[in-house]
């Protein structure tokens, strides 16, 4: 099985999982080239039931690879702490497995305008313009998970 959390006192609940991905900034996606060489690329995304979009150019390296086989990793890092003296950190991270697919027609229009309420919720006329402008020169793909894994650690610090 894919995704198996070794230290399982740090396993995040399901929910847990996904609420890091709802507050998350950015993710790296995850596929593999047809060299047999991963790659990963950072990209930001937005998530609406349970389903992660994104939008890219029409063509690419992540793209290729998708096309050729369409299973993804996609990786959300949320809460990072050192904790100075300790040797140690507090974190949270959720790891999700599953297939990616282009979206097309009304989907990938509400997929957009999902994207405009993220990340400029005050400018949605203006929002809706630039999509319309933009539609021809971009793709917009979902992620649908087949596996959600994650981990969190919030240990307080030793006392010195």
């Known amino acids: 099985m894919r995704g198996v959390i070794r230290k399982t006192e740090y396993a ?14 950015y993710g790296v996606l995850s596929t593999m080239s047809a060299d047999g060489y991963p790659y990963g ?41 050192n904790i100075i003296g300790d040797f140690t950190a507090n974190y949270e991270s959720t790891v ?14 509400e997929a957009m305008l999902e994207m405009v309420k993220r990340f400029s919720p005050d400018f949605m006329e203006q929002g809706k313009a630039a999509i319309k402008r933009a539609d021809p020169k971009l793709s917009v793909y979902k992620i ?3 596996q959600v894994t994650g981990k969190i650690k919030n240990t307080p610090p030793k006392a010195k």
Request: glycine share 6%; aromatic share 12%; hydrophobic share 35%.
């Open 12 to 25: 995040a609940a399901e929910n847990d999982a996904k609420e890091i991905i709802r507050r998350g900034e």
């Open 41 to 81: 690329v950072p990209l930001s995304y937005w998530y609406k039931d349970d389903v992660i979009y994104f939008h890219c150019a029409k063509e690419g390296h992540k793209l290729d690879n998708i096309k050729a086989d369409n299973r993804v990793s996609f990786c959300v890092v949320g809460k990072n702490e």
């Open 96 to 109: 999700i497995f599953g297939k990616a697919y282009e979206v097309t027609g009304s989907e990938k229009e």
């Open 144 to 146: 649908v998970a087949e």
